[in-house]
């Protein structure tokens, strides 16, 4: 059996032992698949798990679809605001997942 692309992300997450998790999500995303598997690699890390938004909708929409994970998977940190502002506020990020359907996405690495 193959793994999927959210089974990737959490394996490298946690193999890394990463401490900041942080995904950059955008409204029609891939959450919450690719959340889960970050917040199960954060709690086995013992790391925090961050995931940016740009808008309050998207904050909504994000933590209406995370409202179905499974039991014990924590919701992450959201914060919510223009990526590149935000990632300024966080040092120390291990693991980095940015939706390539973001508007621009590349400026998060800058």
Known sequence: MESSAPELISAMAGGWNAKLIVEAW????????????????????????????????????????????????ALPEVMVGEAEELMGR????????VDGHCKDFTRVFS
């Open 90 to 97: 966080l040092t120390g990020i291990d693991f980095l997942v």
């Open 26 to 73: 955008t409204t029609g995303g891939a959450a919450p698949k690719n959340s889960i598997g970050l917040a199960i690699a954060a709690r086995h890390s013992g790391g925090r798990h961050v995931c940016i938004v740009a808008d309050e909708k998207s904050r909504q929409e994000y933590t209406c679809a995370m409202q179905n994970r499974p039991a014990g998977i």
